[in-house]
């Protein structure tokens, strides 16, 4: 069973950044799409950055485009999200994801298997 573990959230102000960290266990060797969602109250979970756990280009949300940085450390099995240039509307609980079937082309929650119970990221004006 996968088992994902984030880390990193906080408080900070406009301009700001953050590391989130997103630490697995469990994985079987297979390849893994990875994701960034967040989930600000009141609204749905939207899909912020995705990356194939065995290589190719990184995508991102128009909304994060240019500000956050998605990487890996296989190694460490361990996902990470870079976020500089926080704005407030960035405020949200921030979940990674995984999931093995080897193929990694979409933001939608329903395909991933496997969540994270979440950190919360609060950036102030």
């Known amino acids: 069973q996968v088992q994902l573990v984030e880390s990193g959230g906080g408080s900070v102000q406009a301009g700001g950044s953050l590391r989130l960290s997103c630490a697995a266990s469990?994985?079987?060797?297979?390849?893994?799409?990875l994701a960034w969602f967040r989930q600000a109250p009141g609204k749905e979970r939207e899909g912020v950055a995705r990356?194939?756990?065995?290589?190719?280009?990184?995508h991102y949300a128009d909304s994060v485009k240019g500000r956050f940085t998605i990487s890996q450390d296989n190694a460490k099995n361990t996902l990470y999200l870079q976020m500089n240039s926080l704005k407030p509307e960035d405020t949200a609980m921030y979940y990674c994801?995984?999931?093995?079937?080897?193929?990694?082309?979409?933001?939608?929650?329903?395909?991933?298997?496997?969540w994270g119970q979440g950190t919360q990221v609060t950036v102030s004006s």
């Open positions: 994801a995984a999931d093995p079937r080897g193929v990694c082309y979409t933001l939608q929650p329903s395909f991933y298997a496997y």
């Open positions: 469990g994985y079987t060797g297979r390849k893994y799409c």
């Open positions: 990356i194939y756990s065995g290589g190719g280009n990184p």
